[in-house]
């Protein structure tokens, strides 16, 4: 099972039963996704420093599968360990970060995360080799996306 | 009405073998094992003899249809409309009554669209307007429907006015029959069912709801995608007006289905889609249809997929609908019995397999593993199989699951394939560092 297994890194199963960042509060501005062809949902929000110009953690909520869900919880994850490093994203940082992680997901393998910019969400590497299972990985990514694209446009 | 009492014989293991032969795909490997493929309800894999007889077609009479005087399309036309008339001769009804669409989807829109057209006070034959609804009227369909048989009766409904109603669906997933008297009444319709559940694989008790239908003078339409491949079709017998169903699913090609409608329906309704060959006289302020099917084939037709979809109707009747029912009944048992000693699922509809009453399919839900999760293992071992809602998102909803994994037979399924499949099953928790599950009664060996 060693392709399943680079699927289903420990690190990525203990994030789906574990998830970090869940838990929205009402009222903030949320971006919705949904993943129709399994019921794969994500809502995600992104919390702001008081200027506005840095994004201090990832919050979200969701159900689905354990790609869907870790993928999520990891960029939660690496959310807080920026922001605890003092390195908290920009609106252009955090585009660049997404940018990359589509790519790696979209390489069949050939690109995999780079550990120093993705930390444990480098886990998500093994997707890649899953076309099928691209779009779970995404989810929590592209509402981040969404949300960054409404506050420009 | 209910199932056929099922007198023939199972295929025997050396049948199952030569039919196996005929699948080219079975032959390859998926992950480093040889593929099982229990998937044949989403589609099903294609015998060589359907993919030659399509492309004999393109190698020597290839032309466009009820167009040309050419000796080609002579041929062509010939082929075609003997691709219906085998169609008829399979579902025993006349070869006007057979129109064919792209798939079963197209099928239930054609009608639907039909309706709705009839409704706008446009029609084609002299009675169009007993098919038109208003405010008031009712279309009834089931909880257990595939989207395919919901959305354009929604659509339908919103369009003319007229109220969509449900048959509710029990715990166990079987449609509430105690319920049906009192919803069809003076008001209805329509009533739109399946004839058997693509996620239960439960056979529709049609005569408890037929003859109610009857009663009251409503136009009743089958969406028979399921039941085509598992068990003989006979809409008449069936005392239905309108059945569909897709041919990719019956060892066909993709690109082709089937419409019955009874002739005096056909020839009522006015066409969906207008074009060519589907005319009498035009002028440019007007057009006259030809009578059915042609009034619903406008265009080029589907002439290459529909020879390849009669070549696959001789392909299952040559086996026997009958001994394909009672083989698919002994891998249904089996399934059924082994799935029910895995801990740690649930198969939506419970573990009961009355013979004739349920076809070779199984949708199960792994506690605390998502169905995507869980095909993925079973793929890893080259087990392919349907996740997800199955186009079923309100009768999962009922049923209390998002989505399920689907196990769906063949006419290829081996007992050993179904084994191999049982055991994977029964390892997907453990995969995911769940306790363990364990089998008894040594169903998966
Ligand atoms: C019960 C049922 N109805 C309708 C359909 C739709 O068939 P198709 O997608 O070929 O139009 C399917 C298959 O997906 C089905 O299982």
């Known amino acids: ?33 949904l993943n129709p062809t399994c019921g794969d949902e994500i809502t995600l929000a992104l919390r702001w420093s008081a200027d506005g110009e840095h994004i201090e953690s990832v919050a979200w909520e969701g159900a689905g599968c354990s790609i869907s869900q870790a993928s999520a919880s990891l960029l939660a994850t690496l959310a807080a360990e920026d922001a605890a490093a003092g390195d908290a994203w920009t609106p252009v940082q955090l585009q660049s970060l997404i940018d990359e992680f589509r790519e790696a997901l979209r390489s069949r393998g050939a690109t995999p995360l780079d550990e120093e910019r993705f930390g444990d969400a480098a886990a998500l590497s093994g997707v890649s080799k899953f076309v099928a299972r691209v779009k779970c990985a995404m989810l929590a990514w592209v509402a981040a996306e969404d949300l960054l694209q409404r506050r420009a446009g | 009405m209910t199932a056929a009492p099922l007198t023939a014989a199972p295929l025997t293991d050396g049948e199952i073998a030569a039919i196996r032969a005929q699948f080219p795909i079975l032959g390859r490997e998926v992950n480093g094992h040889p593929l099982v493929y229990l998937d044949s309800a989403a589609t099903a894999q294609k015998p060589l003899r359907v993919l030659d007889a399509e492309r004999a077609y393109y190698e020597h009479e290839n032309a466009a249809v009820h167009r040309g005087a050419h000796t080609l399309a002579a041929e062509a036309t010939e082929l075609y409309e003997d691709a219906r008339r085998t169609i008829a001769a399979f579902l025993a009804v006349d070869e006007n009554e057979v129109v064919f669409t792209g798939n079963a989807t197209e099928g239930i829109n054609l009608i639907a669209t039909a309706i709705g057209i009839a409704s706008s006070r446009r029609g084609a034959g002299a009675d169009f307007s007993t098919y038109a609804l208003e405010p008031g009227d009712e ?8 989207h395919a048989n919901l959305i354009p009766w929604q659509e339908l409904a919103a369009r003319t006015g007229a109220t969509l109603r449900y048959i509710p669906v029990d715990d166990n997933g079987m449609l509430d029959l105690d319920a049906v008297p009192a919803l069809i009444t003076a008001r209805t319709r329509v009533v739109a069912v399946s004839h058997v559940s693509n996620v239960t694989g439960f056979v529709t008790p ?5 003859p109610l239908a009857r009663a009251v003078g409503a136009l009743v339409v089958l969406d028979a995608c399921q039941a085509a491949p598992h068990l003989a079709l006979h809409p008449r017998a069936l005392d239905v007006d309108v059945a569909v169903f897709s041919g990719h699913k019956l060892y066909g090609p993709t690109g082709i289905g089937v419409l019955y409608g009874r002739a005096a329906v056909l020839d009522a309704l006015p066409p969906h889609l207008f074009g060519g060959s589907a005319i009498t006289t035009v002028t440019m302020e007007k057009a006259h ?48 019995a082994a799935l029910a000693e895995i801990q740690g699922i649930r198969v939506l509809g419970g573990s009961a397999v009355p013979a004739g009453e349920r076809v070779a399919l199984a949708s199960v839900v792994v506690d605390g593993v998502h169905a995507h999760d869980a095909g993925q293992v079973l793929d890893d071992q080259g087990i392919a199989v349907r996740v997800g809602h199955h186009c079923a998102q309100p009768l999962h909803r009922r049923l209390g699951a998002t989505a399920s994994v689907r196990l769906s037979a063949g006419v290829h399924t081996t007992v050993a394939e179904l084994d191999r499949a049982i055991e994977a099953v ?12 364990t089998t008894a009664g040594g169903g998966a060996s």
Do not use: C, N, W
């Open chain 2, 206 to 210: 049609l005569e408890r709801i037929v």
């Open chain 2, 139 to 146: 279309i009834l369909t089931t909880e257990l429907e595939h």
């Open chain 2, 426 to 437: 029964a390892g997907i928790r453990q995969f995911f560092g769940l306790e363990a599950a």
């Open chain 1, 1 to 33: 099972m060693s392709g399943l297994e680079s699927l289903y890194q420990q690190i990525i199963v203990d994030h789906a039963k574990h998830p970090h960042g869940v838990g929205l509060t009402a009222g903030e501005e949320t971006s919705h996704q």
């Open chain 2, 289 to 336: 249809f030809l009578p059915a099917p042609q009034r619903f084939e406008p265009g080029t037709p589907r002439i290459a997929a529909a020879i390849g979809l009669a070549e696959a109707v001789r392909f299952v009747t040559e086996i026997g609908l009958d001994r394909i029912a009672a083989t698919e009944h002994v891998l249904a048992e089996r399934l059924h």
